[in-house]
């Protein structure tokens, strides 16, 4: 298992109470379709945006309620229009997924933390304030957790996937976070390119990467408590993802952050720890 900041909401999990599976599956459908129209194929990046734009518009249409029954994007959309209004959901997560997107296909860097941090605000943190509403959970307190969770779990997928990103052209770690430590980003390009490492630089990675590490694992903990506060098996789910995110973590130390020949993962193994350490009483 992957840490994904999609994969990782309950997606019609059987440990999520039946009446809100078909809510969550179209919550899902909608994030993940616009996700791909971000990031997936070769369509250049202006029709990317066009595209988004539907979406937008489609969001749109169903504030005034009025998407028509014919509406191209139907597929997404009449099962969302629906899940919006019998749970009185809010729009502005939605418009929020949709300017993260945006922003994936025109911003490849990230100056400092701050920049970062503002991305995970509209990418990851508006689908746990989602899941929120649908369990009548939504409180100042409890959206401040699950913020810290969902970005804690963006981070933890970004440190994973470093090399995988670089090939995209793409680099979340914090530009100003590599002068920090004296150390270039191309770094990571010449390590992927089989390159040599030096010493000095493969301390300073390492360096840096326990600091975006420590910074990801902050947070989940930070959250962790929101596990206790939802009702039964809510709850318990959550408590595993946040232990998949720490647990990847985990490797990543393990590894020493050479994610240039290995890419972390939960393997069958793992869920045995993982179940342990759900099952024990928040401390």
């Known amino acids: 298992m992957a840490v994904d900041h999609y994969e990782n909401f309950p997606v019609a999990s ?38 988004l734009a539907a979406y937008r518009e489609a969001l749109a249409q169903i504030g005034g309620g009025r998407l028509p029954p014919d509406h191209p994007l139907g597929a997404v959309f009449e099962p969302l229009s629906g899940t919006i ?21 025109t911003v490849q ?11 995970c605000r509209r990418s990851a943190n508006p689908v746990g304030r989602l899941m929120l509403h649908l369990y009548g959970r939504a409180d100042s307190g409890n959206f401040e957790c ?49 390159g040599p490492g030096r010493d000095a630089a493969d301390a300073a990675w390492q360096a840096l990467m326990r600091e975006q590490v420590g910074l990801a694992r902050r947070m989940l903990r930070s959250g962790m408590p929101l596990t206790g506060r939802l009702p039964g098996r ?8 946040v232990h998949g995110g720490l ?8 590894l020493h952050y050479d994610i240039f020949q290995h890419h972390p993962t939960l393997e069958k193994r793992d869920w045995i720890l993982l179940l342990w350490r759900a099952l024990r009483p928040l401390s």
């Open 14 to 51: 059987l440990l999520l109470p039946r009446r809100l599976r078909a809510a969550v599956t179209d919550i899902y459908r909608y994030a993940r379709s616009a996700d791909d129209i971000a990031d997936e194929g070769d369509a250049a990046p202006e029709q990317r945006l066009r595209q």
């Open 146 to 194: 699950a913020d810290a969770i969902c970005t804690g779990l963006q981070l933890a997928n970004f440190w994973q996937d470093v090399a995988i990103d670089w090939r995209k052209n793409r680099l979340y770690i914090p530009l100003d976070a590599f002068e920090r430590h004296g150390l270039a980003p191309d770094y990571i390009g010449r390590r992927m390119a089989g």
């Open 85 to 105: 209004r019998r749970h009185a959901l809010p729009l502005q997560p939605f418009y929020d997924l949709i300017s993260a997107f945006e922003q994936d296909v």
């Open 234 to 241: 809510i709850g318990f789910e959550l408590k595993l993802v």
């Open 247 to 254: 647990r990847i973590l985990e490797r990543l130390d393990q």
């Open 109 to 119: 860097r990230y100056d400092g933390l701050p920049q970062l941090l503002d991305y």
